[in-house]
T-cell receptor
Framework: SQTIHQWPATLVQPVGSPLSLECTVE??????LYWYRQAAGRGLQLLFY??????ISSEVPQNLSASRPQDRQFILSSKKLLLSDSGFYLC????????????FGSGTRLTVV | GQQVMQIPQYQHVQEGEDFTTYCNSS?????IQWYKQRPGGHPVFLIQ?????EVKKQKRLTFQFGEAKKNSSLHITATQTTDVGTYFC????????????FGKGTLLTVNP
């Protein structure tokens, strides 16, 4: 079965510090991968998506970047965090087989102080 | 870009009452999906609708996709406390990236 792992679950970081969030998928190959951010517990904003190794599409210009060094690994990074980067970060994948619903990771709650 | 509007933002009901949330896209969709997020949790995929006018049921939940493939609704009959959470619709405009645009969600609370 397909599983998606995301860590850490919670993170408190000072302003100006770097960030690295990792997401890995098991049980499928060549998945589409996505990073979403959810602010104030509500809407989901697409940040990045990837259809293959090294292929990253950015949806919103911001202080973050993403990389996909391996087929089932997706990393969200920042060199210097801002207060506005606080939020709930969710990784998701879809296997490109119908139904095309996303499977989300359990998320990382980031608080920038 | 594509926008997906969802109403209402909040809905509080007494247990046993019905609940409906509505979703409207600014563009025609390839398919629409619905997700449920329990408080403190992550979104969980409920269903995908693909065909114009499609209606699908999951126990007490009824999902509809509009004829023009731009709007959708989720109806829950006789709500229970286990239905508490935020319900999101998400529109897919098509393409191999399977990129979804989410509505802002409807937070459902149920008074026992």
């Amino acid at each position: 079965s397909q599983t998606i792992h995301q860590w850490p679950a919670t993170l408190v970081q000072p302003v100006g510090s770097p960030l690295s969030l990792e997401c890995t998928v098991e049980g499928t190959s060549n998945p589409n991968l996505y990073w979403y951010r959810q602010a104030a517990g509500r809407g989901l904003q697409l940040l990045f998506y990837s259809v293959g190794i090294g292929q990253i599409s950015s949806e919103v210009p911001q202080n973050l970047s993403a990389s996909r060094p391996q087929d089932r690994q997706f990393i969200l990074s920042s060199k210097k965090l801002l207060l506005s980067d606080s939020g709930f970060y969710l990784c998701a994948h879809t296997s490109r087989r119908s139904p095309y619903g996303y499977t989300f990771g359990s998320g990382t709650r980031l608080t920038v102080v | 870009g594509q926008q997906v509007m969802q109403i209402p933002q909040y809905q509080h009901v007494q247990e046993g009452e019905d609940f409906t949330t509505y979703c409207n896209s600014s563009t025609t969709l390839s398919n629409i999906q619905w997700y449920k997020q329990r408080p403190g949790g992550h979104p969980v995929f409920l269903i995908q609708l693909v065909k114009s006018g499609e209606v699908k049921k999951q126990k007490r939940l009824t999902f509809q996709f509009g004829e023009a493939k731009k709007n959708s609704s989720l109806h829950i009959t006789a709500t229970q406390t286990t239905d508490v959470g935020t319900y999101f619709c998400a529109g897919d405009s098509g393409g191999s990236n399977y990129k979804l645009t989410f509505g802002k969600g409807t937070l459902l609370t149920v008074n026992p």
